[in-house]
């Protein structure tokens, strides 16, 4: 019977190891759980209206991306109104927070046109070499498959729901005022059909360490033609 053992624990390893998904499987299934890869290549601009609370505060988020690489985003505040404000046409862009302005142009616009991708899982298979499977890990007592993901700013890893397929959180390197860089995690939850099939997250979960909030959608409407004048850079 002893001859059995290393047979048997040689054959569940390598079934194991088979059954290991790979970054490129894990990230073709999220998009088919989203609509599928024909529909979402079909979005040609999109609007985002997010609401929350921050500190005992309301803060909204109006963001529009455009193809190819157009983004608009603005933050109100209550009691504040607009403290911060970023456009970007697909070359250069702008930043303006709390009466100051930065012109964003050259390698520094790299991060506003990765944030310009609608959906940003679909350029990843554009180039698997990048992406590198991270083992199973549970959120919120659910296996995720976890992936890393390089990109133009850093990495991100991501965590993508067993049972689901879905994204349910992300941990990116990021700028915060006052912090300088430090970890975001992003929840992702309450997907929702926008139109045709194709389903986005509207309940947002945002942790910067020393300030974590939370930020649902109103409103996600796809292909509503948006004039191009939205993302002009003055």
Known sequence: MKKL??????LVGLSTYAQ??????????????????QALKGIKDITMEFSGEVQGQSISNTTM?????????????DGMGEVNKTVFDGQKGSVSAMGQE????????NSLKAQSSIVGELEYLTDVEKMSFS?????????????????????????????????VRQLVEGEVPGMGKTTI????????????????PHLLKQD???????????????NQNLDDKIFEVK
């Open 102 to 109: 930065q012109k964003i142009e050259g390698e520094m616009a």
């Open 135 to 167: 083992g199973v890990e549970k959120i919120n007592g659910a296996d995720c498959n976890v992936i890393i993901v390089k990109n133009a700013t850093g990495e991100s890893k991501e965590f993508y729901e067993v049972a689901s397929g879905l994204k």
């Open 208 to 222: 910067m360490g020393m300030i974590a909030f939370e930020l649902k959608a109103s409103s996600i409407k796809i």
């Open 65 to 77: 991306k455009k193809l190819p690489n157009k983004f608009y985003s603005v933050v109100n505040i």
């Open 185 to 200: 995690t992003i929840d992702y939850s309450d997907y929702k059909d926008v139109g045709g099939g194709i389903k986005f």
């Open 5 to 10: 053992i290393l047979p048997v624990l040689l």
């Open 20 to 37: 290991q998904p790979t970054p490129k499987e894990i990230v073709e299934n999220y998009l088919n759980k989203i609509g599928g890869q």
